[in-house]
Each structure stands twice: as structure tokens, then as C-alpha cells.
């Protein structure tokens, strides 16, 4: 194995002239930009129905367009009129992760949980940050990381410099996003129903 290894990373030197790791960094980069730039393209099908702006406000389901029920979201949630979802746990917001169409996109930042759906196409699946939705987040977003073992709420050795950006997502969310309900780590018996 580690001659394997050995081999091609000589081989990725030999042919980039780069250290494997700023190779893989670069990789890892093009997917990301790859994954936006195709998720912007749109159905032609979408694209020829009425604009976004007449009926984003439409409260009745029926009546949305294809267009608004895929980019706006499947629960008619415009901002502002996101349903609340009270307390829940970290098992109960894995529920809200995109695979079911009918639910909400929900995502936690320190704890206070976002109505993400109008976002679908960030976050629903197949979207580039589709590891996000129905997490909470904020250590993934602090450190600018998608690896698995940093997306939870850990802020545990976290610096200034990361806390803040941390405070610069949080406040793009409040400022995009509604907030729907809180992260508990346990339910109150008495707060069911
Ligand atoms: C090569 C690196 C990256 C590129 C080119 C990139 C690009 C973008 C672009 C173009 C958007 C859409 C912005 C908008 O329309 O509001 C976006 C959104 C976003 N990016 Fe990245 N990004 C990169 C890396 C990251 C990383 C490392 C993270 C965090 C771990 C991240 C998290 C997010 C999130 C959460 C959103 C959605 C924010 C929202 O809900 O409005 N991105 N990114």
C-alpha cells in the first residue's frame, strides 16, 4: 500500500508540479465550483413559468408554479412565513436533510435552527452543501470544512479568528433565512404537544 501511495504521489508531482496536497485542494475546489455552476441551470420547462416575483408571496399551494415549488420550496415557505418547529433534537432535525420533499430544509447554527428550503438548490440533494441540511453546522462553518467529523455544534478549541467567521455565516443566515425553532439536547417531558 504504501508503495502504491508513494507511487502516485510522485507521479502527481512529476506530471502537475504540485505537492500532492496543494493537487487534491485544487481538485477539491473545481468539484465545488463544478457543482454550483450546473446547479444554476434550470429546467427549460421552469424556465417559461410566470416570474418568481408574482408568486412567491402566493399562499395558496395549488396555484405555485413549478419554478417557485422547486427553488422557493416544497412547504410554500417564502421568508417570513416558514412554519415553526418549536425545540428539537439532533435526531429529530436529521429528518429535515432534504431526503424527503415534503418536509422542510432545516439547518442549526449555535443552535437556533433555519428554514433553509428557499435555498433548495444549495442545499437539497445533489446540491454542493447538501451535507449541511438537517445539521447543525456551526463548526463546519467556522472552520470552512465539509469533512463529516466537523459538521456538528462542537465549538471546542475554536479561535477568535474562527468564531468569527462563524458570527459572519450566522449573520447571513438570520439575515436570509427564518428561524424556526431551537437545538435542545433533550426534549422537556412536559414540552411534548
Ligand atoms: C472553492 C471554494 C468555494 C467556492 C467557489 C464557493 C462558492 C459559493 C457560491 C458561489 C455560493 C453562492 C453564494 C450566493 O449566491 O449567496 C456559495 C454559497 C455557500 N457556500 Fe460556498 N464556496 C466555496 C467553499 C465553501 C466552504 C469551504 C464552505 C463551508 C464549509 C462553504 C459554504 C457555503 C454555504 C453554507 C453557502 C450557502 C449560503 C446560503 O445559504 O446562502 N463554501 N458558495
Known amino acids: 500500500m504504501e508503495g502504491i501511495y508513494g507511487a502516485v504521489m510522485e507521479e502527481i508531482w512529476r506530471y502537475t508540479g504540485l505537492s500532492p496536497t496543494a493537487f487534491f485542494t485544487i481538485a477539491g475546489m473545481m468539484v465545488v465550483v463544478y457543482r454550483i455552476v450546473t446547479g444554476m441551470f434550470v429546467d427549460p420547462e421552469d424556465f417559461n413559468q410566470?416570474?418568481?416575483?408574482?408568486?412567491?408571496?402566493?399562499?395558496?399551494?395549488?396555484?405555485?408554479?413549478?419554478?417557485?415549488?422547486?427553488?422557493?420550496?416544497?412547504?410554500?415557505?417564502?421568508?417570513?412565513?416558514?412554519?415553526?418547529?418549536?425545540?428539537?433534537?439532533?435526531?429529530?432535525?436529521?429528518?429535515?436533510?432534504?431526503?424527503?420533499?415534503?418536509?422542510?430544509?432545516?439547518?442549526?447554527?449555535?443552535?437556533?435552527?433555519?428554514?433553509?428550503?428557499?435555498?433548495?438548490?444549495?442545499?437539497?440533494?445533489?446540491?454542493?452543501?447538501?451535507?449541511?441540511?438537517?445539521?447543525?453546522?456551526?463548526?463546519?462553518?467556522?472552520?470552512?470544512?465539509?469533512?463529516?467529523?466537523?459538521?456538528?455544534?462542537?465549538?471546542?478549541?475554536?479561535?477568535?479568528?474562527e468564531l468569527g467567521i462563524l458570527q459572519d455565516w450566522e449573520e447571513k443566515f438570520i439575515e436570509k433565512y427564518d428561524k424556526v425553532g431551537r437545538l435542545v439536547t433533550e426534549l422537556r417531558m412536559n414540552s411534548d404537544e
Open 50 to 161: 410566470p416570474p418568481v416575483a408574482a408568486t412567491i408571496n402566493t399562499v395558496d399551494p395549488i396555484s405555485k408554479s413549478n419554478f417557485v415549488n422547486k427553488y422557493f420550496n416544497s412547504t410554500g415557505a417564502a421568508r417570513g412565513s416558514s412554519v415553526q418547529m418549536g425545540d428539537m433534537t439532533e435526531e429529530q432535525l436529521r429528518e429535515y436533510g432534504g431526503s424527503d420533499p415534503n418536509k422542510p430544509l432545516l439547518i442549526a447554527i449555535r443552535a437556533q435552527i433555519y428554514d433553509v428550503s428557499s435555498s433548495r438548490n444549495f442545499y437539497g440533494p445533489g446540491g454542493p452543501y447538501a451535507m449541511f441540511a438537517g445539521r447543525e453546522v456551526s463548526r463546519a462553518l467556522a472552520l470552512l470544512s465539509f469533512k463529516p467529523q466537523d459538521i456538528n455544534g462542537n465549538l471546542e478549541g475554536l479561535g477568535p479568528d
